[in-house]
Nanobody, 127 residues
């Protein structure tokens, strides 16, 4: 089983940037698709980005496309989420996770649900 540990959250002003890190261990290999999800109190987790095994395909939710960038460092067994132009509505607990549903057809990657993830890292964007 993959173990995942997030870090890098914090408090930032509107328009600011943060980079979240996800350290993978256990049975995680470069072929494992990893997603970033976020959750606010009382809401279901929202899938915001995922990266396929082998770094080939990435996907983004409409709410973050153009502002967030997912990447992977296989040598370090790390997955990153660079977040720019942050908005108050980006405030949430962010999780990296192995998605419960993965579809990668014709270069279109879809990741839904959290199969298992880390403990989360809080991102707060002040207005």
């Amino acid at each position: 089983e993959v173990q995942l540990v997030e870090s890098g959250g914090g408090l930032v002003q509107t328009g600011g940037s943060l980079t979240l890190s996800c350290a993978l261990s256990g049975s995680a290999g470069d072929d494992q698709t990893i997603g970033w999800f976020r959750q606010t109190p009382g809401q279901e987790p929202e899938g915001i980005s995922c990266i396929s095994g082998g770094h080939v395909t990435k996907s983004y939710a409409k709410s973050v496309k153009g502002r967030f960038t997912i990447s992977r460092d296989s040598a370090k067994n790390m997955v990153y989420l660079k977040m720019t132009d942050l908005k108050p509505e980006d405030t949430a607990v962010y999780y990296c996770a192995v998605p419960s549903f993965i579809s990668n057809l014709g270069g279109s990657l879809t990741c839904n649900g959290i199969h298992y993830g880390g403990q989360g890292t809080q991102v707060t964007v002040s207005s």
